[in-house]
């Protein structure tokens, strides 16, 4: 159960450029994994931890970091999708790091898209996540007014769990794109919930450009509560945000 008596302010750092937004979040991985090497990490997908990803894969080959004891969970998936397809999140941590590193497939946790109830695989994935203690969660937040931390879309509770979720309508429009036709993007995902994100040791929310600049606003100055599902990070003593100074320009 997340402590709601207590509210921490996080340490925010704003970077002059988002390459450097990429090299402290890579570097704070680097350095979980190297001081531990039986890491457990929770990460995100989407273009905000593509450049951390490319100098992980960098650190991997170059400096010998090795994931051979590290497992990760992926923070969401879309629902219902091939695991396979382009726009999948398994298609994306498999090109922008699975692939290119030395984790142990078995170790590495995404939730299924193919399920056949959602409900049901998402309560695997909680029961996988509450046997295991998370020593650091990388997050990105959603667009616009939408406030998510994975897609723990508006209205998320701070004791949320894993679970199948309907996407706002703001985040179908924003990565919709990413898809061959728009209108093919899923109406819902399966994420892991707020409180799976909270019991992490410590967190890391990463974030670049104009359009992340209200949504940091409202959820570091804002009222805590579940219209801005991001704001439930302050109940979490060890977050550190790194952002550029376009999405820093309302903080
Ligand atoms: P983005 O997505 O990195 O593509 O902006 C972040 C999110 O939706 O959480």
């Given at each position: 159960?997340?402590?709601?008596?207590?509210?921490?302010?996080?340490?925010?750092?704003?970077m002059a450029t988002s390459a450097e937004v990429d090299e402290m979040a890579a570097n704070l991985v680097a350095k979980q994994v190297v001081e531990k090497p039986h890491s457990y990490l929770t990460l995100p997908t989407g273009q905000t931890p593509q450049g951390m990803y490319k100098l992980l894969v960098s650190k991997h080959i170059n400096e010998k970091l090795d994931f051979s004891a590290v497992t990760i969970f992926n923070l969401d998936e879309y629902w219902p999708?091939?695991?396979?397809?382009?726009?999948?999140?398994?298609?994306?941590?498999?090109?922008?790091?699975?692939?290119?590193?030395?984790?142990?497939?078995?170790n590495w946790h995404i939730p299924n898209g193919e399920a056949s109830d959602p409900a049901?695989?998402?309560?695997?994935?909680?029961?996988?996540?509450?046997?295991?203690?998370?020593?650091?969660?990388?997050?990105?937040?959603?667009?616009?007014?939408?406030?998510?931390?994975?897609?723990?879309?508006?209205?998320?509770?701070?004791?949320?769990?894993?679970?199948?979720?309907?996407?706002?309508?703001?985040?179908?429009?924003?990565?919709?794109?990413?898809?061959?036709?728009?209108?093919?993007i899923p109406e819902g995902a399966i994420t892991q919930g707020v409180a799976d994100i909270l019991r992490a040791k410590k967190i890391v929310l990463i974030a670049k450009g104009e359009g992340k600049a209200w949504g940091l606003h409202r959820s570091i100055?804002?009222?805590?509560?579940?219209?801005?599902?991001?704001?439930?990070?302050?109940?979490?003593?060890?977050?550190?945000?790194?952002?550029d100074k376009a999405a820093a320009r309302m903080l």
């Open positions: 159960m997340t402590d709601t008596t207590q509210t921490y302010k996080p340490v925010i750092h704003i999708i091939k695991k396979f397809h382009e726009a999948s999140y398994a298609s994306y941590m498999k090109s922008n790091l699975i692939d290119h590193i030395n984790i142990q497939k078995a049901i695989e998402a309560s695997h994935y909680e029961t996988q996540l509450q046997g295991v203690s998370i020593d650091l969660a990388i997050l990105g937040i959603g667009p616009g007014k939408t406030c998510h931390i994975g897609f723990n879309e508006r209205g998320s509770t701070v004791d949320s769990e894993s679970r199948y979720i309907k996407l706002d309508e703001e985040t179908k429009k924003t990565n919709s794109v990413f898809f061959p036709n728009a209108s093919d100055y804002g009222p805590i509560s579940a219209d801005a599902p991001a704001s439930f990070l302050r109940y979490h003593p060890h977050l550190t945000v790194i952002i």
